[in-house]
């Protein structure tokens, strides 16, 4: 379907509809798993959005108007600046604590609700149901490859050591699927020890079940003082 210029109130009330309907399946997933921006937010957003550009179907008015005026209005500016306020929102959802980084998927489905609602208000009907689809069949069912995914992860390790040298925490740690990074040195609170810092990394899908393997494999030989995780997590 296409944008007619002059949209009657049951047109109003299908886009309306259907905005409402592709924000609650996508909402419910945000919600299901706890996150600030759920079920109520993202219907909120993509109904503004679909709102929006509604408002903007009505201003475009041809009436009075030659043939040619109509490929010089700028319709665009209206969603564009919907876009643009929706971004501040998205910004307000990515947190960082520390060195984990969440809400960056959040900040994402506020994104695609909004270029969905607008895809409705605008009466691009067959668009908005395709993405809504899509965002839904993303955040459903590819969930479960990207928890199987293996990536990237790091934490910090610091560990005692009565020696000045720096251990070969490789020797130990290398068969399990660690590489140690030595990060640095300073004097332990204990007279006559050292505080070695490394950077240890591995591949897995989740970041919290490799360090306790790391845990036990340190902790035969040597004094874990601490082990912080520094992978980005994204929700």
Same mark, same amino acid.
């Given at each position: 379907m296409t944008m007619p210029l002059h949209p009657t109130w049951p047109d109003i009330a299908t886009r309306l509809v259907l905005t409402l309907i592709a924000g609650a399946a996508i909402g419910?997933?945000?919600?299901?798993?706890?996150?600030?921006?759920? $079920?109520?937010?993202?219907?909120? *957003?993509?109904?503004?959005?679909?709102?929006?550009?509604?408002?903007?179907?009505? !201003?475009?008015?041809?009436?009075?108007?030659?043939?040619? =005026? $109509?490929?010089? =209005?700028?319709?665009?500016? $209206?969603?564009?600046? *919907?876009?643009?306020?929706?971004?501040?929102?998205?910004?307000?959802?990515?947190?960082?604590?520390?060195?984990? *980084?969440t809400g960056v998927t959040t900040a994402a489905t506020l994104w695609a609700i909004t270029a969905i609602g607008l895809c409705f208000g605008g009466g691009q009907l067959g668009v908005g149901i395709a993405g809504t689809v899509l965002a839904a069949f993303t955040l459903?069912?590819?969930?479960? &490859?990207?928890?199987?995914?293996?990536?990237? #992860?790091?934490? &910090? !390790?610091?560990?005692?050591?009565?020696g000045p040298s720096a251990p070969d925490l490789n020797r130990t740690i290398a068969g399990a699927g660690f590489r140690a990074y030595f990060v640095g040195k300073r004097h332990a609170r204990e007279p006559g020890r050292q505080l070695f810092s490394f950077e240890i990394c591995w591949s897995s899908p989740d970041a919290t079940e490799k360090p306790r393997q790391l845990? #036990?494999?340190? #902790? *035969?030989?040597y004094v874990v003082e601490s082990l912080e995780l520094i992978t980005e997590i994204a929700h």
């Open positions: 419910l997933n945000r919600e299901s798993r706890g996150h600030a921006a759920g $079920f109520r937010t993202t219907i909120l *957003v993509g109904l503004a959005a679909a709102i929006s550009m509604i408002q903007a179907n009505i !201003l475009l008015s041809m009436e009075g108007k030659a043939p040619g =005026m $109509f490929a010089t =209005m700028d319709i665009l500016r $209206f969603p564009l600046g *919907v876009l643009t306020g929706v971004g501040f929102i998205g910004g307000g959802a990515i947190l960082k604590r520390g060195n984990f *980084v459903w069912a590819l969930k479960s &490859v990207d928890l199987w995914m293996p990536r990237e #992860q790091r934490a &910090v !390790l610091a560990i005692l050591s009565p845990l #036990q494999l340190l #902790q *035969v030989d």
